[in-house]
């Protein structure tokens, strides 16, 4: 398994401001993944960031919006750029872990918007 | 386009007691894998078991199994001497054998342990 960790846990910010959300990983990886998950709901994936390339979007997420760095096989980092309230979410990264590529995740962010 | 539904929004169980929680898929796949995840209120999403759709054994970690009925495309989860500790969100999750990476998620089910 992996030992994954983000910061900030939690943060409550003013609309129109961005907001920067760090993910480490304890070992080398070759993808990892970001979701959002709006309250009460499931996952939904934001994008995939593989190291050396740009970030892999899923539809109706946009990198304007979404910007993604990921600078080494251990980080990456997920902006939420210009927010509204609509992006009030926990946001989680994920990576894939062992034969069956199990997926394993960080604790996530808690973002609310005001 | 593979889908996932979990149709139980919520559960109760008896502390001690045994629950199962049901998932159903659709895909056109013969190869894949079916997950449940847990996340309970802390949020950290956790890896309860996995099921490989090539293996007809039922996956089994310590109190949690699945009945896996590939024809009937059903994947429910069973969790014996339920504790307090297993109240949480848990999602069933899809994903295909290679190519893409993608899970595919249930739109969860809330496991409440009475005492």
């Known amino acids: 398994s992996a030992v994954i960790s983000q910061k900030p846990s939690r943060d409550i910010c003013q609309r129109g401001t961005s907001l920067t959300i760090q993910c480490q990983v304890d070992?080398?990886?070759?993808?990892m993944f970001w979701y959002r998950q709006q309250p009460g709901q499931s996952l939904t994936l934001i994008a995939t960031?593989?190291?050396?390339?740009?970030?892999?979007?899923e539809s109706g997420f946009v990198i304007d919006k979404f910007p993604i760095s990921r600078p080494n096989l251990t980080f990456s980092t997920l902006t939420v750029s210009n927010m509204s309230p609509e992006d009030s979410s926990i946001y989680l990264c994920?990576?894939?872990?062992?034969?069956?590529?199990?997926?394993?995740f960080g604790p996530g962010t808690r973002l609310t918007v005001t | 386009a593979q889908t996932v539904t979990q149709s139980q929004p919520e559960m109760s169980v008896q502390e001690a007691e045994t629950v199962t929680l049901s998932c159903t898929y659709d895909?056109?796949?013969?190869?894949?894998?079916l997950f449940w995840y847990k996340q309970p209120p802390s949020r950290q999403m956790i890896l309860v078991i996995r099921?490989?759709?090539?293996?007809?054994q039922n996956a089994t970690e310590n109190r949690f199994s699945v009945n896996f009925q590939k024809a009937a495309k059903s994947f429910s989860l069973k969790i014996s001497d339920s504790q307090l500790g297993d109240a949480a969100m848990y999602f069933c999750?899809?994903?295909?054998?290679?190519?893409?990476?993608?899970?595919?998620f249930g739109t969860g089910t809330r496991l409440k342990v009475l005492a």
């Open positions: 994920s990576v894939f872990m062992g034969e069956s590529y199990e997926q394993y």
């Open positions: 070992s080398q990886v070759t993808m």
């Open positions: 960031a593989n190291q050396g390339s740009e970030a892999t979007y």
């Open positions: 895909t056109s796949e013969s190869d894949y894998y």
């Open positions: 099921q490989e759709a090539y293996k007809q």
């Open positions: 999750a899809y994903r295909t054998f290679s190519g893409t990476y993608k899970y595919i």
